[in-house]
């Protein structure tokens, strides 16, 4: 998968995912009848879903509900150019936010890192599908919640349980996923480990440097 493509699939996931609950919530309460698009290009850029994805990549609550799972995957990439390094980990000026560009240095060099890196997108994709799943569906069982306290009815209780169980079940889901992105992440440092130690400490030195340390 490539980035151009993965940054597109991440732009429309949230779109789709409201517009099933927008379409389940019809169903259940018998108010309206979802109209799906029927052709493939349909699919790709209905003027709804596109004003649905932009609203929720405005506020991004993506990003908090996975970043518990961002950290410990970060974390072990960080650790493990530490590690490479030759450095301590308890060390100050290492953080991600710095070494990163690092990581993303051998990424950018390497057919065999750039390789793993295709099949970390494809997986990446899976990761964050999982949160905008966790996060919408959070937002949906507040919402139900809201309507079974008004209504009353067996349908919105109904729709409060799903959108429960659906955020619940992505939380397993998300680990698993999770461990198979750090999985990637250590056959990546092992490559940098194997091919270019040096060049790994010679750019640490230089971060040293910059930072003042």
Do not use: C
Request: glycine share 4%; charged share 20%.
């Amino acid at each position: 998968m490539e980035q151009s493509l993965l940054n597109w699939l991440r732009f429309i996931t949230p779109g789709i995912i409201i517009l099933l609950y927008w379409a389940l919530t019809g169903q259940f309460l018998q108010t309206w009848q979802p109209s799906w698009p029927q052709t493939m290009e349909q699919w790709k850029a209905p003027p709804i879903h596109i004003f649905i994805a932009m609203a929720y990549y405005a506020f991004s609550p993506r990003n908090e509900a996975n970043k518990a799972y961002f950290n410990k995957v970060t974390e072990n990439l960080r650790a493990g150019l530490i590690k490479i390094s030759g450095r301590k980990l308890a060390d100050e000026g290492y953080e991600w936010n710095k070494v990163r560009s690092i990581f993303f240095h051998f990424i950018d060099e390497d057919k065999s890192l750039s390789n793993k890196a295709k099949n970390a997108y494809f997986n990446g994709w899976v990761w964050t599908s999982l949160a905008d799943l966790r996060a919408i569906s959070a937002i949906y069982a507040f919402l139900f919640f809201i309507a079974m306290l008004i209504l009353q009815s067996k349908e919105t209780i109904e729709l409060f349980a799903i959108s429960i169980l659906t955020a619940l079940f992505s939380i397993p889901a998300s680990r698993s996923v999770t461990e198979r992105h750090i999985e990637i992440g250590i056959q990546q440092l092992e490559i940098i480990e194997l091919k270019y130690s040096d060049k790994l400490k010679e750019l640490f030195k230089k971060l040293e440097e910059k930072n003042g340390n």
